[in-house]
């Protein structure tokens, strides 16, 4: 079966720097989208970037543009999250997703994605 592995989570300080990755597997048709979403206590899970694992598009966030970079190894079947800069609101339980077998929907829109990850916590202090 389909499985997303995230690690790379972990608590550091503001300003400071985390790399998450999210290693999939298990699926015999194409992965069209990739990505992270994150989710904090009380909020709304909301899309922070996504890569078109085809065509190399990127999409982020308004939050975090600037500051986090997506990235893909398609050989290891692999997305990346690079955190720069990071900040006390950035701090959530980060959900690696993937549109695996179907197209279309927005990709800021959790309904888009069909797997998910179990989640890697970020924690940032001020």
């Known amino acids: 079966q389909v499985q997303l592995v995230e690690s790379g989570g972990g608590s550091v300080q503001a300003g400071g720097s985390l790399t998450l990755s999210c290693a999939s597997s298990g699926y015999a048709y194409s992965r069209n989208l990739m990505g992270w979403f994150r989710q904090a206590p009380g909020k709304e899970r909301e899309g922070v970037a996504v890569?078109?694992?085809?065509?190399?598009?990127?999409y982020y966030a308004d939050s975090v543009k600037g500051r986090f970079t997506i990235s893909q190894d398609n050989a290891k079947n692999t997305v990346y999250l690079q955190m720069n800069s990071l900040k006390p609101e950035d701090t959530a339980m980060y959900y690696c997703?993937?549109?695996?077998?179907?197209?279309?929907?927005?990709?800021?829109?959790?309904?888009?994605?069909?797997?998910w990850g179990q989640g890697t916590q970020v924690t940032i202090s001020s």
């Open positions: 997703a993937a549109q695996i077998g179907r197209l279309g929907g927005s990709w800021y829109a959790w309904r888009t994605y069909n797997y």
């Open positions: 890569i078109g694992t085809r065509s190399g598009t990127t």
